[in-house]
């Protein structure tokens, strides 16, 4: 075993450590809701943490191909489904949030609020993206995709994670400190795997000639 292929019974622990990490934003919120300590605004509060914490997850699984890249350890791999699922968990709260305690299921005025204010049509756009990579995250599904096309649908990954970096700094308005992180972050993410794809172009170009 190195450091570079776990063995497996040392990546389920660390799979579980991860597993176990990724709930502490939900196991907090769930606590601090009990506890009647989510402020003077609580469904706003339980909005920010759920939509941050959808988007922190998001950019983590993009993160995952450029690390296993730099650092050559491939049993990261292993972890980039969970945690792509863990972002859908929390776009999934963010928008049961909306929904359920901001709206009340009022499904007029909820059309109203996609169609009219920009960062909820396009934050609504990116979960309802998020819904169909979600649903082809298992080895069932990629086996009947194919790999080719399961790797087309989950490029949407990308346009889903702008979508989301666009719809945080759209709702913030005024300290666009943090969306700006975000966007930094995913615009290093994004210009890695291009100049990736570059570098294997110009390979593969040279091994034809």
Known sequence: MTIKNLDNRVLLWVKAAVFLTALLPFANLAVAAYADELGANPIEKMTHVTGFWALSFLLITLAVTPLRRLSGCLWLMRLRRMLGLFAFFYASLHFATYLVLDQYFDWQAIAKDILKRPYITIGFSAFVVL???????????????????????????????????????????????????????????????????????????????
């Not at 994670?161 to 972050?185: E, N, Q, T, Y």
């Not at 570059?198 to 000639?209: D, E, I, S």
């Open 131 to 209: 819904i169909p990579l979600a649903l082809t995250s298992n080895d069932a599904i990629i086996r009947r995709l194919g790999g080719k096309r399961w790797r087309a649908l989950h490029r949407l990954t990308y346009p889903c994670a702008i979508a989301g970096v666009v719809h945080f700094g759209w709702l913030v308005k005024k300290d666009l400190s943090r969306p700006m992180m975000f966007a930094l972050v995913l615009a290093l993410l994004l210009g890695m795997r291009v100049a990736y794809r570059l570098a294997g172009n110009r390979t593969a170009h040279q091994k034809a000639v």
